[in-house]
């Protein structure tokens, strides 16, 4: 037999295969998209701005150690003054946010957003820029 009878038959079958596979196909396809999508986005920098901060285990002696402040999501910034919730200035209790800026000029060294406010202290591409408490509880 001829050799593009072979070549032919190598067609039909590879096109019965896609044809049979194609929604298992379709869906690799979509599911490697969206992988590459979300692997794509954990290597954009934070955000500058102001984050909350909560406390890892608020019943330990101190918890306003570092490595017990758990940095969160960004906020807007708090507010100037405010004797009843957590403010920029004038308040004494724990810190309740912290405004964080982040170093992105080496494209190839970039910044992750911390974990505590420790991690942020020791990070070189994060510098903390201000913070703010709430107010001094009452006993």
Known sequence: MPLSFYIMKFIQKTVKVVKDQFFTLALAATFIGFSAFKFAERFDAPEDGWYEVTHINPSLP????????QIGNLISAPPSSDTT????NDNDGYMCAVELSFDTSDPNNQPEK?????E?????????DGEARQPEEEN
């Open 114 to 118: 911390p974990a505590t406010v420790q």
């Open 85 to 88: 919730a957590c403010a920029q």
């Open 62 to 69: 101190d918890p306003d150690i570092p490595s017990n402040q």
């Open 120 to 128: 942020a202290q020791s990070d070189a591409l994060v510098t903390l």
